[in-house]
């Protein structure tokens, strides 16, 4: 059987899997579309063998995984399309209500980490689908991730003040942020470690892919959307899908910091596939 690789329908993993197209990969995997919400309880009940997860819900359940060694969504400084909108200045918002969109776990830990660790305020939360007009009716400030970040980022609403999340990390902590990691369930690559390794062959492959054809695939998406390409080349170059040492530092520090808020029990050890 081909691995089941999951697949999240947003921008950012455009240039991935467009690269994967053109390398004609797709051949070797069944690639199975997701909300990013859902593809990691598809993972562990094994509708799927290897996935892009938040990097928050790996480390819930990092005793039944194993990361892929050189890929995650990651940036280092602004990344466009995790932000906070506010109808105050953020360090306003103490006490006050914070919206935050029900489509990404990761993005939702690194708000409260940065409100709490790096802003010092405590607001009230809720969960809401990412509808920013809907949000701010209730609330005074609300995340926003993915498509419906980016769009907001282009389009800067007026009488709102508008923080990348991304850029704030790396201000805060000299540090890379990682949103999600690609994840294989541990029996899986156990028992078919050629099949998991094929995998990352094709998925480096398509980065290579990807690096070298940013303009054109910079083009492809502006036919799609309601804005030059220009502004989508300025976006995917912002995203690294880099997974190193520098990046896994980041991760592991903002680990540290959702275990302090008491998002996570502990701080796992990252099992790397083919790192022993």
């Given at each position: 059987m081909r691995p089941r690789l999951g697949h999240i329908q947003f921008l950012n993993c455009l240039p991935l899997y467009y690269g994967l197209v053109k390398n004609?990969?797709?051949?070797?995997?069944?690639?199975?579309?997701?909300?990013?919400?859902?593809l990691t309880g598809m993972l562990?009940?094994?509708?799927?063998?290897?996935?892009?997860?938040?990097?928050?819900?790996?480390?819930?359940?990092?005793d039944r995984l194993v990361l892929l060694p050189d890929i995650a969504i990651s940036s280092f400084g602004d990344v466009q399309s995790i932000l906070?909108?506010?109808?105050?200045?953020?360090?306003?918002?103490?006490?006050?209500?914070?919206?935050?969109?029900?489509?990404?776990?990761t993005s939702q830990v690194l708000t409260r980490v940065l409100l709490s660790q790096?802003?010092?305020?405590?607001?009230?939360?809720?969960?809401a689908p990412p509808d920013l007009a809907?949000?701010?009716?209730?609330?005074?400030?609300?995340?926003?991730?993915?498509d419906d970040a980016l769009r907001a980022f282009w389009n800067q609403p007026a009488?709102?003040?508008?923080?990348?999340?991304?850029?704030?990390?790396?201000?805060?902590?000299?540090?890379?942020?990682v949103y999600a990691v690609w994840a294989v369930r541990a029996e899986f690559a156990e028992e078919r470690p050629k099949a998991v390794q094929d995998v990352i062959d094709a998925l480096n492959g398509s980065l290579f892919y990807c690096r070298a054809h940013l303009d054109g695939i910079s083009e492809y998406a502006a036919r799609w959307e309601p804005f030059p390409a220009d502004q989508f080349l300025s976006y995917f170059d912002a995203l690294q899908f880099r997974f190193e040492?520098?990046?896994?530092?980041?991760?592991?520090?903002?680990?540290?910091?959702?275990?302090?808020?008491?998002?996570?029990?502990?701080?796992?050890?990252?099992?790397?596939?083919?790192?022993?």
């Open positions: 004609d990969a797709l051949l070797d995997v069944e690639l199975v579309k997701a909300a990013p919400r859902d562990l009940d094994g509708d799927l063998d290897i996935a892009p997860i938040p990097s928050i819900e790996y480390a819930r359940h990092a906070l909108l506010a109808k105050t200045p953020v360090e306003d918002l103490d006490g006050r209500t914070v919206a935050l969109t029900d489509t990404s776990r790096r802003w010092g305020i405590s607001p009230e939360y809720v969960e809907g949000m701010l009716r209730e609330a005074d400030a609300a995340l926003l991730i993915g009488g709102l003040h508008i923080y990348d999340l991304g850029g704030e990390w790396t201000a805060w902590t000299g540090l890379p942020m040492a520098h990046y896994r530092e980041g991760l592991l520090r903002f680990l540290a910091e959702a275990s302090d808020l008491g998002e996570l029990d502990q701080v796992p050890h990252l099992r790397i596939f083919g790192e022993g």
